[in-house]
């Protein structure tokens, strides 16, 4: 699907459950060469409709798969795609322990119930498929890569993973912004040491100096308005803040409790991702000292 004449989406509906919104997968070309941004899924139904779409275009060589970040619905997929176009496979080095690792507990953009056996037998194996697209190019905040006239640069925007980055690229206004910003909902923030909420807030802030009339988001719509965007996502997280501040002053004083008053009809299957962005409020302010922790509880300072 054509976004404009230089930027395209390769869709494909993953034989998987991945919630409302699938992992996109962006095609950058110019000048007979091209670059995706991130790699989506390894299931053979995904991998298949996008390589069938890069055989459609065969006056492109995809030089590059940079990823956004380690997660498997952006990874997994890498390794088969730069074995049929001879991509190099581009991640932050921040990233690269969690995507190796993947027999860990790490936390993942998809939770399953223990009682869904299969369904944890195609996540594990999807994390040894990403494992397996391990880098050739480490990237840092500042670099960039040429495709053809197009420079895109890479902005590290540590927060939903510490080494997440986003996509700037100036001759098209175009951001990509992984899951550092979706087009629709919000996206899970773990506490450290796997996510950061008041690094993810610095790096919303600093997206908005980029000069963007494009947001090209890992799930969701394109955004146009992107400036508006940013800060409606930074207002959401200002008022989870103050409602937790709010609870934990009315006794709602450890993470179920505040899980049980903030999210009292959730999905099961994203209580856990629920209860991790609790905890990573709670990690904000406590470094910054508005909360204390006693024991299992936290109190106001």
Not at 71 to 80: N, R, T, V
Not at 133 to 147: I, R, S, Y
Not at 175 to 197: C, E, K, N
């Amino acid at each position: 699907m054509e976004i404009t004449p230089r930027i395209h989406s390769l869709p494909a509906q993953p034989a998987f459950y991945t919630g409302p919104q699938s992992p996109n997968v962006f095609l950058v070309r110019d000048g007979g060469e091209g670059a995706l941004i991130d790699s989506g899924f390894g299931d053979e139904k995904s991998v298949r409709e996008r390589l069938d779409f890069l055989k459609g275009h065969p006056d492109v060589r995809v030089r590059y798969i940079i990823l956004t970040h380690h997660h498997f619905d952006h990874a997994s997929g890498a390794k088969q795609i730069r074995e049929a176009t001879g991509a190099q496979v581009t991640l932050h080095p921040a990233e690269e322990k969690f995507l190796r690792d993947w027999q860990s507990d790490i936390p993942q953009d998809i939770e399953v119930p223990g009682d869904q056996k299969a369904i944890a037998e195609q996540i594990q194996r999807f994390r040894q498929q990403a494992a397996e697209a391990a880098p050739e190019v480490l990237v840092n905040d500042g670099d960039t890569f040429q495709v053809g006239a197009l420079t895109l640069e890479v902005v590290h925007t540590p927060g939903h993973t510490l080494g997440s980055v986003c996509i700037y690229i100036p001759q098209e206004r175009a951001l990509f912004t992984g899951d550092t910003a979706l087009g629709l909902g919000t996206v899970a923030i773990s506490p450290p040491p796997h996510g950061d909420m008041a690094l993810y807030l610095q790096s919303l802030e600093r997206l908005k100096s980029y000069d963007c009339a494009l947001m090209l988001p890992g799930h969701g719509q394109a955004v146009h308005d992107v400036p508006a965007k940013l800060q409606e996502l930074i207002d959401h997280r200002h008022e989870r803040e103050a409602q937790i501040l709010h609870l934990l002053a009315d006794g709602k004083r450890t993470p179920q409790a505040l899980l049980s008053a903030i999210y009292p009809e959730l999905d099961r299957r994203i209580l856990p991702m629920a209860r991790r962005q609790i905890e990573a409020h709670l990690a904000k302010l406590e470094t910054e000292g508005r909360i204390a922790r006693t024991g299992d509880e936290w109190v106001p300072s």
